[in-house]
């Protein structure tokens, strides 16, 4: 893969850089803006070789047409308080604002596009059409940096498309997340423990089954353990279940048998009467849920238990929150894991922080992200990696030209 560096002199030039500033928002607050700092030093430093930055990013799920509250007018705002320089918001995403935007810069300025997703042809499964969106991105720039590590397990024309039409690189960003990720998955050190939350099994499944040939212990909370439980045979009251990968569980178990590898589940769980920050809870044994209740968090037996397993290991990925964690009453399960994270990092463990809502809880529970040892900023494409799957964004890298 070209680095930054093999593109060469930048100056003057129009650098194309795809970044992940997909940031959760409160109307148009920014809750969690890890994303857009992840993005800076990519953007300063091409900013510093006097480029013409051109930053394209999606923000949200929109239907292929704009919607005003999928706008990237709040990042732009926030790039440029973090950059320390006014980021022009294109008002389109490669139509005429955005020529005239990209016609305005100077060296060393930074112009955002509108979201991309606004643009139907960025997803299409239709090659030509994202190869006519790509000429478009490509008629905006020399170079095209691919930084946009959250995006890259998407085959999509800003992201996977436009390297085959520029000179083409890797950014810092991208690299520092596969270089982090490889340690997990190339060779880890052991015990190699992994955690895995968040609400449903079925978009861990890939995951799960490759971890049981390469993890020493799955440790799982959040709502995906209910699917667990149910599959040792316990009632789970009103939690969230799955029922149609209750049969896949239970291969899941059986495989874990035969091969040695620790399932870790709860031993008593946190149930509420609701789904509400205020609402009564107790803690019940993970055996004996009581109907008409439901899991909101692991319990603190657990949350001790997952510590202990955590403690001595020597490598450590955690995706997925262990509970409610935006709750303050359903947070102490996410927060005990965080903590054996970090109180075995001191003792040399290497851990890793992935997917979007695992990280956010890192920081709202009010962690030092330096306490980790790499926090990602890929959801999806944290799982594929650890999936072992080719992720188009990286595998179009190392097929491209390279001058510009
Ligand atoms: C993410 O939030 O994981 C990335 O920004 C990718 O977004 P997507 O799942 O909508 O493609």
Redesign the pocket.
Known sequence: MKTIEDLGDLRGKRVLVRA?L?VPLDGTTITDDGRVRAAVPTIKKLVDAGAKVVVAAHLG?PKGAPEAKYSLAPVATRLGELLGTTVTLAEDTVGESARATVAALGDGEVALLENIRFDARETSKDEAERASLADDLAALADAFVSDGF??VH?KQASVYDVALKLPAAVGGLVLTEVEALRRATDDPERPYAVVLGGSKVSDKLGVIANLLGKADRLLIGGGMVFTFLAAKGHAVGTSLLEEDQIETVKGYLATAEERGVEIVLPTDVVVADSFAADAPHDVVPADAMPEGRMGLDIGPESAELFRSKLLDARTIVWNGPMGVFEFDAFAAGTRAVAQAMVDAGEQGAFSIVGG?DSAAAVRRLGFDEGGFGHIST????SLEFLEGKELPGIAVLEQNRTEA
């Open positions: 992940d997909n799920r959250g995006v998407r979007g890929g959801g999806g494409a």
